[in-house]
């Protein structure tokens, strides 16, 4: 059996009696780094023998595994922190599991997700999870036009380094709209703030977050309603363009305000100015 194995987000306490029992009688555990793993690993003084699976080297290892459940083996699938296939690469090993028919199960336990959603203090009750967003500005756009649009409260994962900038894009297309940034969870500096996304960009410009952060949003109006619809695009770029706005300008507004991409509305306003693009 491969047993998808849930460990804690911060806490070491947060551990299930029968996922500690599962580790140390299992014949391997896989793990994503075996340095962060070994804390949890030698806090509750588990031996067992230790695998690699990660991002890199997850076809390999992820045949390898499948092929000791199949000899007869009880392999523990961990991460680095919560449960394993949750924005991991977990779910490839799951994928390759199902479709090759190895038995598996869940021992459940800590979520980042789930615990920065009830921490946030937002609606639990319909929530969507969005993982990562995507680092590609196209496919980002998308995502964040979704987001907007959704009208049950939305939870994502950031990397420190990257906060300040999606603060940034929450703005443009969230407005007022309610976020919670949930830090360190259930560690000793555990912290949520909440408000606006200009109100937290301030204050993270002042004082850069450090820790693992998720970030929750409140539900918005099930629509977007604030998107400017296409077939307004060209009145808002004369608009722009009559009120003194320079073109770049005028398109780079356009662009955050519709579903359009930069260069969609680029095109747009060469029609406008009777060109053509070379």
């Excluded at 029968?18 to 014949?27: F, I, N, S, V």
């Excluded at 946030?120 to 907007?148: C, D, M, N, Y």
Aim: aromatic content about 6%; charged content about 25%; glycine content about 6%.
């Amino acid at each position: 059996m491969l047993y998808l194995c849930a460990t804690p987000i911060g806490n070491l306490k947060d551990i299930t009696v029968r996922a500690l029992e599962c580790m140390k009688e299992a014949d391997y555990i896989a793990v994503e780094n075996i340095d962060r793993s070994r804390k949890l690993l030698s806090r509750y003084e588990i031996k067992t023998p230790l695998l690699t699976f990660r991002e890199s080297n997850r076809e390999k290892k992820g045949k390898e595994i499948l092929s000791l459940v199949q000899q007869g083996a009880q392999v523990v699938l961990i991460t680095d922190a919560g449960l394993p296939a949750i924005s991991d690469p977990g779910f490839n090993l799951v994928e390759m599991a199902v479709s090759e028919g190895v038995p598996f199960t869940v021992l459940p336990g800590p979520s980042a997700a789930l615990t920065a959603l009830l921490r946030s203090g937002l609606p639990a009750h319909r929530f969507v999870f969005w993982g990562f967003l995507s680092q590609k500005k196209s496919e980002r756009k998308t995502e964040l036009i979704s987001i907007a649009a959704e009208d049950k409260t939305a939870i994502l994962y950031e990397a420190p380094h990257r906060l300040l900038k999606t603060l940034q894009e929450m703005q443009d297309y969230f407005g007022e709209r309610t976020v919670a940034v949930c830090r360190e969870l259930t560690k000793l500096f555990e912290e949520v703030l909440q408000g606006t996304p200009a109100e937290l960009q301030a204050l993270f410009q002042k004082t850069p977050p450090r820790g693992e952060i998720t970030l929750v949003i409140a539900p918005g109006p099930g629509k977007s309603a604030h998107m400017l619809p296409e077939e307004q695009v060209e009145d808002r770029l004369k608009e722009l363009l009559n009120q003194g706005a320079a073109p770049s300008e005028a398109v780079k507004q356009v662009a955050r305000q519709s579903s359009l991409t930069r260069g969609q509305v680029y095109e747009r306003m060469l029609k406008l100015q009777g060109k053509k693009d070379p």
